[in-house]
Structures are given as structure tokens and as C-alpha cells.
């Protein structure tokens, strides 16, 4: 199984940034996706998941400027992010989740760094 988190990068505070996870090995529709973030010193959090069917879920800190979505096809979930704050700075992985099939999977992690 591999989860391949592509999109790392360094934006000024108010910019944009799509992350992208490229996934194998897994039945994609099986899981629920997300991403998650882990700020220096903090514990690792929530950002987004969203279902097979597309239902979605935010952390309060995040909505209405990130997006979560994904690609069955491609096997890719997708993160949107616009108007970066400073504090969302962060190491950001992806994950794959499954209940049905009691899995649950992480990938390596890619940066996000918001500073001017």
C-alpha cells in the first residue's frame, strides 16, 4: 500500500496551494480519505476527510478556504487550500481509512509552510 502526498511548498500568508495523494495497492471506494496535519510540538490533528460518496468533514480552523475532493478514478484525494494562514503551517499526511475492512493507512507526509 502506498499513499504518495505530492504539493509541498512555501506561500505567503493568503495564498493557495493544492496538495494531491496518489494511492495503490488499496480498493480506493473502500476508504474514507483525509488529511491530516502535525504542527511542531503539536499533536497531529484533522483537516478534511470525505467519504466514498463525497460526503466531506472540516476542522472549524479550515472551512470555507479548504476543499476537500477526490478522484475514484484516479485513486487520488485532493486538498484545496486557499487564503493559507501562518498557522496552518504544518507537516500534512494523508490517510486512508477503512471500518468495513478495519484498515487504516498513513502516507509519509509532505510540508506546508505559510510564512512571508
Known amino acids: 500500500v502506498l499513499l504518495q502526498a505530492y504539493g509541498r511548498g512555501l506561500v505567503q500568508p493568503g495564498g493557495f496551494l493544492r496538495l494531491s495523494c496518489a494511492s495503490s495497492?488499496?480498493?480506493?471506494?473502500?476508504?474514507?480519505m483525509g488529511w491530516y496535519r502535525q504542527a511542531p510540538g503539536k499533536q497531529r490533528e484533522s483537516v478534511a476527510t470525505?467519504?466514498?460518496?463525497?460526503?466531506?468533514e472540516y476542522s472549524d480552523s479550515v472551512k470555507g478556504r479548504f476543499t476537500i475532493s477526490r478522484d475514484n478514478a484516479k485513486k487520488t484525494v485532493y486538498l484545496q487550500m486557499n487564503s493559507l494562514k501562518p498557522e496552518d503551517a504544518a507537516v500534512y499526511f494523508c490517510?486512508?481509512?477503512?471500518?468495513?475492512?478495519?484498515?487504516?493507512?498513513w502516507g509519509q507526509g509532505t510540508q506546508v509552510t505559510v510564512s512571508s
Open positions: 490517510n486512508a481509512d477503512s471500518i468495513r475492512l478495519s484498515k487504516n493507512y
Open positions: 495497492g488499496i480498493i480506493f471506494s473502500l476508504y474514507v
Open positions: 470525505i467519504t466514498n460518496g463525497g460526503r466531506t
